[in-house]
């Protein structure tokens, strides 16, 4: 059984673009579900990079409008990595409408990846972030991505400043495959509250992806081998990887959060 391999920098940051196609309901262009929703966005309203509420975070990699792949209107978010470093990055992060009552939410979004991973590098593409007040933890992330032969994986991880405080690195493995050459809708749920994740893709539930408290394993055990959830405070999307890979290329549009599972109808 192998293990989760996490990883961590000092990422940079660009913002750029106009103002957001978000609301709390109604459709994107070309249909996709934003009913319920407390935010969406197809990505329509911006050039060059996404602007705010959006932030731009890389290291290795980049991030920007275009329209070669799209789900729905003319444009989606192309996000790359060079693969030529240990750990890169090329994600979107959203801090609003965080935070959200009762610390549980849903997200969705549709995404196109050339290819996946080679085997045994781990990779993220979802990730909701924040502190814990008990046992002091200054950054739990919660995640969606894969690691072996190209399958997808869950995981959890725990860190300090200084390497101070509980450490974790946790993870669970599923037996399905991450989507190659094809746009996919993917949904998940946080709820803070139980620790608890859940992952569907293309409207099927992924049960080998739940996870309430505990996974397959850790690599550290500070937590007790505990998923011990954060405050969410910021939802971040694309591509991070960390061990060496070839380059990446995905795409992301039509992204939703809310308190409800918004769905992947058009």
Not at 173 to 202: I, R, V
């Amino acid at each position: 059984r192998a293990t989760a391999s996490g990883g961590s920098a000092t990422a940079g940051t660009s913002a750029g673009g106009s103002t957001p196609v978000a609301g709390a309901a109604g459709t994107g262009t070309g249909g996709a579900s934003c009913a319920g929703a407390l935010f969406c966005d197809d990505f329509e309203a911006y050039t060059g990079t996404p602007g705010a509420p959006w932030r731009v975070d890389k290291n290795g990699g980049d991030v920007v409008i275009d329209g070669a792949q799209h789900r729905s209107g003319n444009n989606a978010v192309k996000l790359t990595t060079t693969g030529a470093a240990a750990y890169q990055q090329a994600f979107i992060s959203l801090a609003k409408p965080f935070p959200i009552a009762n610390n549980a939410f849903y997200g969705r979004m549709m995404m196109y990846a050339t290819k996946a991973a080679n085997d045994g590098v781990h990779w993220t593409m979802i990730q909701g972030e924040g502190a814990v007040a008990t046992p002091a933890i200054a950054r739990a992330v919660v995640r969606y991505g894969g690691q072996h032969q190209q399958s997808l994986m869950a995981n959890y991880d725990s860190s300090n400043p200084n390497n101070m405080g509980p450490k974790s690195d946790c993870w669970q493995h599923s037996e399905t495959k991450m989507p190659e050459g094809k746009w996919a809708c993917m949904e998940w749920y946080f709820d803070g509250a139980t620790n608890t994740q859940k992952f569907w893709l293309d409207g099927k539930a992924i049960d080998d992806l739940t996870v309430v408290e505990k996974g397959e394993g850790c690599i550290a055990h500070d937590t007790e081998d505990k998923w011990l959830f954060p405050q969410f405070k910021k939802v971040s999307l694309g591509w991070e990887s960390y061990q060496t890979d070839d380059a990446r290329v995905v795409w992301i549009d039509d992204v939703a959060i809310g308190t409800t599972q918004i769905g992947c109808q058009e």
